[in-house]
């Protein structure tokens, strides 16, 4: 995937985000769809972040799914500084379960919209499907992938216990 335009930026706080985070890219490998992944943390690297967050512009990338556990700016800084669609996926912590994670990604400010989605894994499977329904929007191939995708999960549910 290196020479393909990537259209989705997966980005972490740290390393240790991305036992979470990894489930996006199990996603996106599932339905082929390129993307990038980044560490950049809002307090130890913020010109990575800042210079991230402005150029998104001008690259190829048209969602970003940022997770990041603990006081978890990453998000909504990335969100205040693109007009992107930014999808916040709070990381599960030991301190205080992820809820730390989740609470400072969904409270932002009137006019800074960050979409947060749950703790944990699946937060990230749900980051992951969002983003590719927001690409499916203007890509007839990928919503193919997609309704097939949310079909074969409905037929695979059994109609009784077993």
Known sequence: MKNIKKEISIVMGSQSDWKTLIKCEEIFLKFDIPFEKKIISAHRTPQR????????SESSIKVVIAGAGGAAHLPGMISSLTYLPVLGVPIETKTLSGIDSLLSIVQMPAGIPLPTLAIGDAGAVNAALA????????????KKRLISFRKNQTESISETPS
């Open 131 to 142: 983003a590719i329904s927001i690409l499916g929007l203007t890509d007839k191939n990928i």
């Open 49 to 56: 972040l800042y210079k991230y967050a402005t150029n998104l």
